[in-house]
């Protein structure tokens, strides 16, 4: 199954393939690859080996899988599915962006992006949750219309039904 990039006003979020995905686990860039600086990140390692993981396990997630975000042709973060969505229909999302491109509503614009691809795909839903102290991340779920529906000792959770 061919899955297309998903291009908003300043980024595009490019699907990985496995062989892309092994390429960031392993933090060794080919020659069609353009990374910026801190990319991949450990986020991003943790990420990729989980959708190989799930590769491995369940077969293509179509379009619930992880996304390069890249802007300008380079890489400066991540994006995606922890893996299709629940019996409920509720997928999970995580994101990431390197140091040198945060705290320009690119991650808003991305997941904004992401959302819409989950709706499409059929989801009931997105969920995703950040660390209590992490009120960058918080501000990046909320512009991109997700509300914060819990919070426990540690995490912040927000979620946007379709």
């Not at 991305?110 to 102290?133: I, N, P, Q, S, Y």
Request: with cysteine.
């Amino acid at each position: 199954m061919k899955i297309e990039s998903v291009a908003t006003a300043r980024l595009v979020l490019h699907p990985l393939s496995r062989d892309e995905a092994e390429r960031i686990v392993a933090r060794e860039s080919g020659p069609e690859d353009l990374w910026g600086e801190g990319y991949p990140g450990d986020g991003d390692v943790r990420a990729n080996t989980g959708f190989l993981r799930g590769l491995a396990e369940r077969g293509d997630p179509g379009a619930f899988r992880l996304y390069e975000i890249r802007l300008d042709g380079v890489a400066v973060g991540g994006i995606g599915f922890h893996g299709p969505p629940d019996e409920i229909g509720v997928a999970t999302v995580g994101y990431g962006l390197v140091p040198a491109v945060r705290g320009k509503g690119y991650a808003s614009e991305a997941l904004r992006a992401l959302l819409e691809t989950a709706r499409v795909a059929g989801a009931a839903g997105v969920k995703g949750d950040a660390d209590l102290e992490n009120p960058a991340s918080h501000r990046v779920m909320e512009a991109a219309g997700m509300r914060c529906v819990a919070e426990d000792d540690q995490l912040r959770h927000f979620y946007l039904g379709f």
